[in-house]
């Protein structure tokens, strides 16, 4: 029996679902960038996938003829009604847990390579603010003379002052690294993978500039503590209530540009110098982590050269964080560095104390680096 074949198409086309719901383009971009995804290559893929059809199309929304016009017209009036895609909630509290987790993780670390070496960052800093010539032979004998005089925990005094600067610094600066790494990572189209290595010494500058710029004031009040007797100063709260009184809240905040300028190489390169070593490692080793010893090894290179870089405008802010109590006037920077090479020369006055710091800088560093490692692992492990 002969059959109408337009009858035949209309009723073939309505019984056949019209197609898959799509969001416009300018939605989708929308939802991509509420989910914290929006670069570049989102917006490419994005494009992409709004112009090609879907799998599951019926063959009445893609080859009937006769039809198009009017499929597509219905299609895209639905496409207009649809919601926009909303990040997943299991994926925003993972996000919740590595920050948490990496602020855990740096807040140890740090709590714990500063302890290790606080009666040597306590000896640099004394020399750091004086006039007194540095060598390893002085530094052991002022180390040793407050053991006599002071008692043996004197070794520690500011390290409170400096725990409570160095907890949030370093959570702070571990996480910001974190989160750079993954936003620089996205940006760039290497989510999931190691940075190359200009966006590697960004993720690492801007993490420190980060929390020194949040910490400084605490900086500050350790240095204080770190040179004055214990009459003067009797605990933090004590420094914070004298300046304020005495030299006004802005000395809070004396010494920040040189501190900033020396932090965004020493975190840069320390950060970057990490990473490279681990890149490197595992490369040519063919295993996925390092041991703890070559972590240890691998943070002590990074201490040992981002410190370096950085030296000179160290002993420039610890001369003007002290400049209140040592007796050396408040200056700018330029006319601090100007002094202390009139005084003391070049190279023995803004590089005084390098080789204690050559000690106690990739102990530091590489007890921090391993510490956050492992217990990035440990969580990690502990969550799954």
């Known amino acids: 029996m002969p059959t109408n074949p337009c009858l035949s198409q209309r009723r073939l086309a309505s019984v056949q679902p019209i197609g898959v719901w799509r969001e416009p383009l300018p939605r989708r971009a929308l939802g991509e960038r509420e989910a914290g995804r929006w670069w570049p290559e989102a917006v490419a893929a994005a494009v992409v996938k709004a112009t090609r059809p879907s799998r599951t199309e019926s063959p009445a929304a893609q080859s009937w003829p006769g039809m198009g016009n009017g499929v597509k017209e219905s299609t895209a009036r639905v496409r207009e009604d649809a919601e926009p895609i909303l990040p997943s909630p299991v994926n925003s509290k993972r996000d919740h847990r590595q920050v948490l987790s990496s602020l855990l993780s ?91 290595p200009w966006p590697r010494l960004l993720a690492g500058a801007l993490a420190g500039t980060t929390a020194a710029s949040l910490t400084y004031p605490l900086d500050l009040v350790r240095a204080r503590m770190a040179v004055t007797p214990k009459e003067m100063y009797s605990n933090i709260f004590h420094v914070f209530i004298r300046i304020s009184r005495e030299e006004g809240l802005k000395t809070l905040y004396h010494g920040f540009t040189p501190t900033v300028l020396g932090v965004i190489p020493y975190a840069g390169l320390s950060f970057f110098t990490y990473e490279t070593l681990k890149s490197l490692h595992r490369e040519y080793s063919g295993r996925p982590q390092p041991y703890p010893f070559e972590r240890m090894i691998f943070g002590a290179c990074a201490g040992l050269i981002g410190q370096s870089a950085s030296y000179p405008l160290d002993v420039v802010r610890r001369r003007m964080q002290t400049a209140g109590v040592t007796g050396h006037p408040h200056a700018s920077i330029l006319h601090t560095l100007r002094a202390i090479v009139r005084e003391e020369g070049a190279v023995r006055g803004l590089y005084k104390g390098l080789s204690m710091n050559w000690l106690k800088g990739p102990i530091a560093v590489g007890i921090s680096f391993t510490t956050f490692d492992l217990m990035q692992i440990l969580l990690r492990h502990l969550q799954s």
């Open 106 to 196: 740096g807040a140890l670390a740090g709590a714990l390579a500063k302890t290790a070496v606080a009666p040597l960052d306590r000896t640099k800093i004394i020399f750091q603010v004086s006039s007194k010539r540095f060598s390893a032979k002085e530094a052991f004998r002022l180390l040793y003379f407050t053991y006599l005089n002071e008692g043996f925990f004197s070794l520690w005094r500011g390290n409170s002052a400096t725990m409570v600067r160095v907890v949030p610094y370093a959570a702070i600066q571990f996480s910001a690294h974190e989160e750079y790494k993954r936003i620089l990572g996205r940006y760039y189209g290497f989510h999931g993978e190691a940075l190359p």
